[in-house]
């Protein structure tokens, strides 16, 4: 059974910096888009980074590009995402969540097809 877990969240100041992890196990994530998504109380869960299978391709929500970076290490079955130039609004639950996709030319996918999530990790921004 394929397993996601997150871990670097934290509390920190605006303008500070984080490294968000996610490891794998039981699963190759080499077969899968994996994407960052965080979620606040009675919000949806909305996508701020994708990454295709290989790492060509990256995609991200308008409030992150430029600030935030995804990328992948198949060799060690694991994704980051490296978060700059924090502020408030990015304070929530991060969840690192992979999609099974038979082609290396996406970057996100319908969120129904992202079977797999990890339990999440707090990120606050606080000054």
């Known amino acids: 059974q394929g397993q996601l877990v997150e871990s670097g969240g934290g509390l920190v100041q605006p303008g500070d910096s984080l490294r968000l992890t996610c490891a794998a196990s039981?699963?190759?994530?080499?077969?899968?888009?994996t994407g960052w998504f965080r979620q606040v109380p009675g919000a949806e869960r909305e996508l701020v980074a994708g990454?295709?299978?290989?790492?060509?391709?990256?995609r991200y929500a308008d409030s992150v590009s430029g600030r935030f970076s995804i990328s992948r290490d198949n060799a060690k079955n694991t994704v980051y995402l490296q978060m700059n130039s924090l502020n408030t609004e990015d304070t929530a639950a991060y969840y690192c969540?992979?999609?099974?996709?038979?082609?290396?030319?996406?970057?996100?996918?319908?969120?129904?097809?992202?079977?797999?999530w990890g339990q999440g990790t707090q990120v606050t921004v606080e000054g």
């Open positions: 039981g699963l190759t994530l080499s077969n899968f888009v």
């Open positions: 969540a992979a999609a099974e996709v038979a082609t290396a030319y996406y970057a996100a996918r319908v969120r129904s097809e992202y079977k797999y």
């Open positions: 990454i295709s299978r290989i790492g060509t391709i990256t």
